[in-house]
């Protein structure tokens, strides 16, 4: 929706509007269509503004109340706006503007701290009141619109993207040695405060943080409870879980007053968000696609598929290598630091060819995480099972025999072993560990190990809900999955002036599925196994009785041995890298050797070593925002 920035000086001094201005300068392609400010005496708020829901005026920011002892910078969506207008209405409120921006005012004077509990929506958010000289700030439940502050016990400073801060206060462009070595032996990073610049820190996901009296005060205000079962109906699951989708979708797509289209990968996901988007309104929906020829990578049969069935306008992009290297520092920048996986290639052009077409995209994101739809998720499943069969009598061994082999066969014995390994006496999972082997912890070089200390590579999450499964998935949700999907799509989608929009992490749905038995999810070798029930007849069987899974398709692999095998190799062998003392070069050019002569696959460790020198050229080497800034997203 928009880009934000506050800064707050707790010593006294005067914010300059000049800062506030610098810090929106770099975020404008999240905004473009306007920007405010507020300063007065140390406290600042600036607002670049992407207009979706009442396009006038009166819905600019940053907003005040009525009596001017409020003032609110804001990015994100509360779907749920109409209804919390009327019921503030109800209470004596009046509303200056149709906005939902000015609905968190009115509920934030009505309900104070808690409003945020009755918000169905996606939200990052600076509230200053002026009467309790509170800075209060608010991020949404799972983390879908982004926000980041730094802290030196004078000032605070906080905006949606990182670039801001640097452009704020250049001395924070120093790399997080530990972060980065996450990032490199996992390709990915969770839900806490850190991020790749070591000053710099992320308000976490379903947390508030209140600035007051010269400190800093987290606090939660949602988690997911077992007790939050009773608010569903599971006696007839199917039928619930279809309910809460459609109203997700029908909230996301109808409360808009831009046009809306929907991302389509020709998987489950998008394809049931398109099917059912399909069903509620009378002109044809808008689909955007990205497709290949290479076959590995080739969705266009299911695209196609859902188009047909679904009456849509499809738009489709056909990404080549040909522009690979000039994109992908772009990318970058966007998203402020290094990348796990290519499929951000792939998205990236989805979002271009809808620029200028829709302003929002719906989207897919969240339902591999809720119902297990990752071939990853069948280890903790066969764990489940195993765990239960440990108690039970014959049948429950039968059922872990044959799950194992349906797994087996789809996904390999390795998916198998790793769900028995915790079960193993000590040495046989001792054997396990050599035979599988820590291949990604060897590229680091021996200096950041040493810098940084083993203990940083392993981060572990205790028993949450009870089943590995149900644990799994949470951790999923909450920690090592969604937030970097989401932090992925907010950068890409906003790089265009887009606001994407997430059904499935509608909070209810959320609930509702991380309450689902464990079968619901996972079921011998499908996934999904709710989801796949609750559609049959809207989404086209050919889709929804599909078993792979490809998420953003991108034939990197087959490219990396062709038209990107020098390219690649040159930056990552002619650059600095090498002397970074973050990678051991002499693995680097064996993998990139191995790789380039088709005896293995590594080209998801080459886009991260890829994103990881550019991430080091563009932001800590050097930082010029004017070579973005005055550049279209596509260039």
Same mark, same amino acid.
């Given at each position: 929706?928009?880009?934000?920035?506050?800064?707050?000086?707790?010593?006294?001094?005067?914010?300059?509007?000049?800062?506030?201005?610098?810090?929106?300068?770099?975020?404008?392609?999240?905004?473009?269509?306007?920007?405010?400010?507020?300063?007065?005496?140390?406290?600042?708020?600036?607002?670049?503004?992407?207009?979706?829901?009442?396009?006038?005026?009166?819905?600019?920011?940053?907003?005040?109340?009525?009596?001017? *002892? @409020?003032?609110?910078?804001?990015?994100?969506?509360?779907?749920?706006?109409?209804? &919390?207008?009327?019921?503030?209405?109800?209470?004596?409120?009046?509303?200056?503007?149709?906005?939902?921006?000015?609905?968190?005012?009115?509920?934030?004077?009505?309900?104070?701290?808690?409003?945020?509990?009755?918000?169905?929506?996606?939200?990052?958010?600076?509230?200053?009141?002026?009467?309790?000289?509170?800075?209060?700030?608010?991020?949404?439940?799972?983390?879908?619109?982004?926000?980041?502050?730094?802290?030196?016990?004078?000032?605070?400073?906080?905006?949606?993207?990182?670039?801001?801060?640097?452009?704020?206060?250049?001395?924070?462009?120093?790399?997080?040695?530990?972060?980065?070595?996450?990032?490199?032996?996992?390709?990915?990073?969770?839900?806490?405060?850190?991020?790749?610049?070591?000053?710099?820190?992320?308000?976490?996901?379903?947390?508030?943080?209140?600035?007051?009296?010269?400190? &800093?005060?987290?606090?939660?205000?949602?988690?997911?409870?077992?007790?939050?079962?009773?608010?569903?109906?599971?006696?007839?699951?199917?039928?619930?879980?279809?309910?809460?989708?459609?109203?997700?979708?029908?909230?996301?797509?109808?409360?808009?007053?831009?046009?809306?289209?929907?991302?389509?990968?020709?998987?489950?996901?998008?394809?049931?968000?398109?099917?059912?988007?399909?069903?509620?309104?009378?002109?044809?929906?808008?689909?955007?696609?990205?497709?290949?020829?290479?076959?590995?990578?080739?969705?266009?049969?299911?695209?196609?598929?859902?188009?047909?069935?679904?009456? *849509?306008?499809?738009?489709?992009?056909?990404?080549?290598?040909?522009?690979?290297?000039?994109?992908?520092?772009?990318?970058?920048?966007?998203?402020?630091?290094?990348?796990?996986?290519?499929?951000?290639?792939?998205?990236?052009?989805?979002?271009?060819?809808?620029?200028?077409?829709?302003?929002?995209?719906?989207?897919?994101?969240?339902?591999?995480? &809720?119902?297990?739809?990752?071939?990853?998720?069948?280890?903790?499943? #066969?764990?489940?099972?195993?765990?239960?069969?440990?108690?039970?009598?014959?049948?429950?061994?039968?059922?872990?025999?044959?799950?194992?082999?349906?797994?087996?066969?789809?996904?390999?014995?390795?998916?198998?072993?790793?769900?028995?390994?915790?079960?193993?006496?000590?040495?046989?999972?001792?054997?396990?560990?050599?035979?599988?082997?820590?291949?990604?912890?060897?590229?680091?070089?021996?200096?950041?190990?040493?810098?940084?200390?083993?203990?940083?590579?392993?981060?572990?999450?205790?028993?949450?809900?009870?089943?590995?499964?149900?644990?799994?998935?949470?951790?999923?949700?909450?920690? *090592?999955?969604?937030?970097?999907? #989401?932090?992925?799509?907010?950068?890409?989608?906003?790089?265009?002036?887009?606001?994407?929009?997430?059904?499935?992490?509608?909070?209810?749905?959320?609930?509702?599925?991380?309450?689902?038995?464990?079968?619901?999810?996972?079921?011998?070798?499908?996934?999904?196994?709710?989801?796949?029930?609750?559609?049959?007849?809207?989404?086209?069987?050919?889709?929804?009785?599909?078993?792979?899974?490809?998420?953003?398709?991108?034939?990197?692999?087959?490219?990396?041995?062709?038209?990107?095998?020098?390219?690649?190799?040159?930056?990552?062998?002619?650059?600095? @890298?090498?002397?970074?003392?973050?990678?051991?070069?002499?693995?680097?050019?064996?993998?990139?050797?191995?790789?380039?002569?088709?005896?293995?696959?590594?080209?998801?460790?080459?886009?991260?070593?890829?994103?990881?020198? &550019?991430?080091?050229?563009?932001?800590?080497?050097?930082?010029?925002?004017?070579?973005?800034?005055?550049?279209?997203?596509?260039?």
């Amino acid at each position: 929706m928009c880009g934000i920035a506050g800064i707050w000086h707790t010593d006294g001094r005067a914010v300059e509007e000049a800062a506030l201005r610098a810090m929106i300068a770099v975020q404008r392609h999240r905004g473009p269509d306007g920007e405010g400010y507020h300063a007065a005496g140390p406290v600042g708020l600036g607002h670049a503004r992407l207009k979706i829901i009442d396009l006038t005026a009166a819905a600019a920011q940053p907003m005040t109340n009525e009596d001017g *002892t @409020l003032w609110l910078t804001y990015n994100g969506e509360i779907y749920n706006y109409v209804e &919390l207008m009327a019921e503030l209405r109800g209470h004596g409120h009046t509303f200056r503007s149709r906005s939902d921006s000015e609905v968190i005012l009115h509920a934030y004077e009505e309900w104070g701290e808690r409003c945020v509990e009755r918000f169905n929506g996606m939200w990052a958010f600076a509230l200053w009141d002026e009467r309790r000289r509170v800075l209060w700030c608010s991020r949404d439940r799972f983390g879908v619109k982004p926000f980041y502050y730094l802290w030196d016990g004078r000032t605070f400073a906080c905006p949606s993207e990182i670039k801001a801060l640097l452009a704020f206060q250049p001395e924070a462009r120093r790399p997080n040695y530990p972060y980065l070595l996450h990032f490199l032996t996992s390709g990915l990073f969770d839900d806490g405060s850190e991020t790749a610049f070591a000053p710099v820190q992320s308000l976490p996901p379903a947390h508030a943080l209140t600035v007051r009296d010269g400190a &800093l005060r987290l606090a939660r205000h949602w988690d997911y409870d077992a007790a939050q079962r009773a608010a569903y109906d599971y006696d007839a699951p199917e039928a619930t879980f279809r309910e809460l989708l459609a109203d997700a979708v029908r909230l996301r797509l109808l409360r808009s007053d831009v046009p809306v289209g929907t991302c389509l990968s020709g998987g489950l996901d998008s394809s049931a968000i398109v099917a059912l988007s399909s069903r509620l309104v009378d002109v044809p929906v808008r689909s955007f696609s990205a497709v290949y020829d290479e076959p590995e990578a080739n969705e266009a049969p299911y695209v196609a598929v859902i188009n047909e069935r679904c009456r *849509t306008l499809p738009h489709l992009v056909k990404p080549q290598p040909d522009d690979f290297m000039s994109i992908v520092p772009r990318i970058v920048w966007h998203q402020d630091e290094p990348t796990a996986g290519p499929g951000l290639y792939s998205q990236w052009h989805v979002m271009q060819r809808a620029h200028g077409v829709v302003t929002v995209l719906l989207d897919g994101q969240g339902s591999d995480e &809720l119902l297990g739809g990752y071939h990853h998720f069948f280890g903790p499943y #066969l764990a489940t099972v195993f765990r239960r069969a440990l108690g039970g009598d014959l049948p429950a061994w039968r059922r872990l025999a044959a799950d194992a082999s349906a797994i087996a066969a789809l996904a390999g014995r390795s998916q198998v072993l790793a769900a028995l390994k915790p079960y193993l006496p000590a040495p046989l999972r001792a054997l396990y560990r050599t035979w599988r082997g820590t291949e990604a912890s060897g590229d680091v070089h021996p200096d950041l190990r040493a810098l940084v200390g083993h203990a940083a590579i392993q981060r572990q999450h205790e028993q949450r809900i009870g089943d590995p499964l149900d644990d799994a998935l949470y951790w999923s949700v909450a920690s *090592t999955s969604i937030p970097g999907l #989401l932090h992925y799509e907010d950068r890409n989608s906003m790089a265009f002036g887009l606001e994407a929009r997430v059904p499935f992490l509608d909070y209810r749905l959320v609930e509702f599925c991380l309450g689902l038995p464990f079968d619901d999810k996972i079921r011998g070798g499908t996934t999904k196994h709710i989801m796949r029930r609750a559609l049959r007849g809207i989404v086209p069987d050919a889709v929804l009785d599909r078993r792979d899974k490809k998420g953003y398709p991108t034939p990197l692999a087959r490219w990396l041995r062709g038209p990107l095998r020098a390219p690649a190799a040159d930056l990552l062998l002619g650059s600095r @890298l090498p002397q970074r003392g973050v990678l051991r070069p002499a693995v680097v050019e064996r993998k990139l050797a191995a790789h380039a002569a088709g005896r293995h696959d590594y080209s998801w460790e080459i886009w991260r070593w890829l994103t990881l020198e &550019l991430w080091f050229t563009q932001f800590i080497d050097a930082f010029d925002p004017a070579r973005w800034i005055h550049a279209p997203a596509g260039a």
